[in-house]
C-alpha cells in the first residue's frame, strides 16, 4: 500500500484528513467496486410476463444487462483517475472495459440550457431540488443521489426516460489506449 499525503487538497473538496486517512485502500475499493457491478448485473431479473392470476416467477434476463457507470466530469476525471490508479496498483484495466462510461457533464453541456439555467456544474444543477446545507460534494453516495436526482428531473421536464437522455452519450473504454495515455503522462 502506497502512504497518501494529505494536505491542502482538504481546501478543495471539504473532505476531513481524518476522513480520507478511514478510507480503505484503492485496491480493495476498486475490487468491491468490481464484484458490485458483475453481481449486480448477474442478479438482473427479466420482466414477468405471467398473467394477473399467476405467482409471478423470477427469471434470469437471456442477455445480461449493460451496466453503465456515470459521472459528472468523468471524462476529465473520474474515469482517468480509475484508470490511473488501477494501473498504478497494478490492476489490469481490461476488467473496467466490460462497462460503459457516461460523462453527466457532456449530457447537460449538449441539452437546452434553459432546462437546467445555463450552469452545468453538479452544484448548480441541484440547487433547485435541494437545499444548500443538503449539498455534500465529492462524497460518492451523496453525489451520487444528487446526480441521479437532477437526471430524473431533467428527464420530466423534457417528457423523455433516462435511457433516451443518456445513451447516445454511453462509451466504452478503449484499455490500450488508455493505458498508452497513462503512460505519457507519468513520463
Not at 71 to 76: F, I, Y
Not at 162 to 178: S, W
Request: glycine share 4%; aromatic share 6%; with cysteine.
Amino acid at each position: 500500500m502506497s502512504a497518501c499525503i494529505f494536505s491542502e487538497e482538504v481546501q478543495v473538496h471539504g473532505i476531513p484528513n481524518e476522513e480520507l486517512k478511514q478510507r480503505p485502500p484503492f485496491v480493495d475499493a476498486s475490487q468491491r467496486m468490481c464484484r458490485f457491478c458483475e453481481n449486480l448485473a448477474e442478479m438482473a431479473l427479466a420482466d414477468d410476463e405471467s398473467s394477473d392470476d399467476e405467482v409471478p416467477v423470477a427469471a434470469l434476463r437471456e442477455k445480461t444487462p449493460q451496466i453503465l457507470i456515470c459521472a459528472h466530469n468523468g471524462l476529465r476525471f473520474d474515469f482517468a483517475f480509475l484508470c490511473s490508479m488501477c494501473l498504478r496498483n497494478g490492476l489490469d484495466i481490461a476488467r473496467l472495459a466490460q462497462w460503459l462510461y457516461l460523462d453527466t457533464l457532456e449530457v447537460f453541456r449538449a441539452i437546452d440550457a434553459g432546462v437546467h439555467g445555463g450552469c452545468v456544474k453538479l452544484q448548480c444543477l441541484l440547487r433547485p431540488l435541494a437545499p444548500a446545507a443538503e449539498l455534500h460534494a465529492h462524497r460518492a453516495l451523496d453525489d451520487c443521489w444528487a446526480l441521479k436526482a437532477v437526471i430524473d428531473t431533467v428527464c420530466a421536464a423534457l417528457g423523455v426516460s433516462q435511457k433516451a437522455l443518456l445513451q447516445p452519450f454511453a462509451v466504452g473504454l478503449d484499455c490500450a489506449m488508455t493505458a498508452a495515455h497513462i503512460g505519457m503522462l507519468a513520463k
